[in-house]
């Protein structure tokens, strides 16, 4: 939370007296600071307990542009504040809870997944904090940052070459077979595994309730597990059964077929990494899904590009699609609306990629003046 510092010539004679001490105190106590005008004008947050309780309760932030194009207020929750710089936070801590909760998990243990990354990472941080091992297996064509991040928290990492799920080689089946060889092991299964759709229907669905103050209208983000397109659909269904719920598909994934026709169909392909779904998780069953959209690859880059250099805002590929899928969503529903998504992780994890004009050219996607050389 910020605060807004005063210059120090002087006390505002604006604010009023006891704006500028807190209960109990007097002038006199006051730190030299604070007397000569530097005060703060907004509460603090109490200490955190431990860094577990850091995760969730993320800022709501308006997207000035896309807001001002549609004439809805676009909204979006900066998951990429979480200690672990991603959404996957919330599912990674619900997911090690649950498996406490049951028993599955035993001190010393280890956490198995198989995950594009941020869901790894969120489980090496809750893993470090309760004293857990991870072991880790990605694909090899997930970005160079993750795997440097996961090396440097500790976990252990296998990487894997891409393969379609029906493969044994796919990267999910290959943690499963750890985790099954692996001496007090679990296998966290986030696809599969519906606490990871509860830390959404507790957490972020709610978060965004309370931070609209219930005036929201409709919510859309894309699928990698379907946690948060499912959980926070039916979170946000629970307090106002008429919130739209919008599906935001990349090409390449089978979701957008589905919705609109009832067929697991893909078309095309994406760089994106940690979304596109081709087959219906126990995450996404019973989706309130309302109404779909499919963004392109470039789509999604030119919202990176403008929240960059318009808004301040450095994001990944699927934040950028999310943001496409809102203001498609505000176009579909008028102006006038209140229309939330999600910032799922932060850019810096993708410069070698999405910021490097060699491999933005390679993949045939616009390389953004700025990083021409």
């Not at 393969?163 to 296998?187: D, L």
């Not at 006038?336 to 390679?362: E, K, M, P």
Request: proline share 5%.
């Amino acid at each position: 939370m910020g605060l807004t510092v005063r210059p120090a010539a002087g006390r505002d004679s604006r604010m009023p007296p006891e704006a500028s001490l807190y209960p109990g105190q007097t002038e006199a106590r006051l730190p030299a600071a604070r007397r000569l005008g530097y005060l703060p004008v907004m509460a603090i947050a109490p200490t955190a307990p431990n860094t577990l309780a850091l995760i969730g309760n993320t800022p709501l932030v308006r997207l000035n542009g896309p807001s001002a194009a549609t004439g809805c207020d676009i909204l979006a929750k900066c998951e990429f504040m979480n200690p672990g710089g991603s959404v996957k936070d919330r599912a990674a801590l619900f997911i090690v809870q649950d498996a406490e909760e049951q028993g599955l998990l035993k001190p010393g243990g280890v956490i198995v997944e198989g995950t594009a990354g941020n869901t790894g990472i969120g489980l090496a941080l809750v893993g470090n904090a309760k004293g857990y091992r991870t072991i880790i297996v990605m694909p090899e064509t997930q970005s160079q940052e993750k795997k440097d991040t996961l090396r440097a928290l500790g976990a252990e990492l296998v990487l894997v070459p891409a393969a379609p799920y029906s493969s044994s080689a796919h990267f999910v089946h290959t943690s499963r077979r750890i985790a099954e060889e692996t001496e007090n092991a679990v296998w966290a299964n986030q696809f599969d595994n519906i606490a990871n759709r509860m830390a959404h229907i507790r957490t972020t669905a709610a978060e965004i309730w309370e931070q609209t103050g219930g005036r929201i209208h409709g919510f859309t983000c894309a699928v990698g597990t379907g946690g948060t397109l499912a959980g926070v659909g039916m979170g946000l269904k629970a307090f106002d059964e008429d919130v739209v719920i919008a599906l935001s598909d990349p090409h390449g994934a089978a979701l957008y077929s589905y919705y609109e026709t009832g067929e697991l169909k893909a078309e095309g392909s994406s760089v994106a990494e940690g979304i596109g779904q081709g087959r219906i998780t126990a995450n996404l069953e019973g989706a309130p899904v309302d109404t779909q959209f499919r963004i392109s690859d470039e789509e999604g880059l030119e919202q990176v590009h403008r929240l960059l250099m318009d808004e301040g805002l450095c994001v990944g590929l699927s934040s950028g699609i999310n943001v496409a899928g809102a203001i498609a969503l505000a176009e579909q529903m008028g102006p006038g609306h209140t229309i939330v998504t999600i910032l799922c992780d932060s850019g810096f994890r993708y410069l070698s990629t999405l910021f490097n004009q060699d491999w933005l050219a390679a993949k045939g996607l616009t390389v953004p003046p700025w990083l021409v050389r």
